[in-house]
């Protein structure tokens, strides 16, 4: 018999979320702007409750309280994919990198295309920040959320990161000279 699967909605500033959980973990964060959210049948379970933890974090991030989760993942997809993703939770909050310079890091520095997709199959946005990677000529590129999206929280980052909380940034949004959409 297959495993039952947990989702709740979380209200935000940018919309609804829909969370998901297999139980060992967060599989899945999505916008209600996401070009693919799961598609849902009956072995879905809606418990709102079962996300209190996560719904707190998100709470306190909106809030410009929280600047790092803290909460279990367990996303589905390649070894690739989750080196990737891995990567894109070290990614200082209010900063961005672009897709070749996060393929250097990983040591595949002609590999920007193949991390560019990986980070577009991303299934838990938001806390796995892929909305902190532009493109090559540091113009936003590629959110599943929407661009506008990803403009929003690369906005609310960069104003938070502003009004003086100390965190290590790298390229702050608001200084960069080529961002825009």
């Not at 929280?153 to 702050?172: C, N, S, T, Y």
């Amino acid at each position: 018999m297959a495993n039952v699967l947990t989702y709740g909605i979380v209200e935000s500033p940018v919309g609804a979320l829909l969370l998901t959980s297999d139980g060992s973990g967060l599989t899945g964060l999505y916008p209600h702007t996401h070009r693919a959210p799961p598609i849902m049948n009956a072995m879905w379970r809606r418990n709102d409750a079962f996300f209190t933890g996560v719904r707190d974090q998100l709470e306190a991030y909106f809030e410009g309280r929280l600047t790092r989760f803290e909460v279990a993942l367990a996303p589905a997809g390649t070894a690739f994919q989750r080196r990737v993703w891995e990567a894109l939770i070290e990614l200082p909050y209010g900063a961005t990198v672009t897709y070749g310079e996060l393929a250097a890091r990983l040591g595949k520095p002609s590999a920007s295309r193949a991390v560019g997709l990986a980070n577009g199959k991303n299934p838990i946005s938001l806390i796995v920040p892929c909305h902190r990677v532009v493109g090559a000529n540091g113009k936003l590129a590629g959110y599943a959320g929407g661009l506008e999206l990803k403009r929003w929280l690369l906005d609310h980052e960069a104003g938070i990161a502003q009004r003086g909380v100390q965190l290590p940034l790298v390229e702050p949004v608001s200084n960069h000279p080529r961002l825009s959409v």
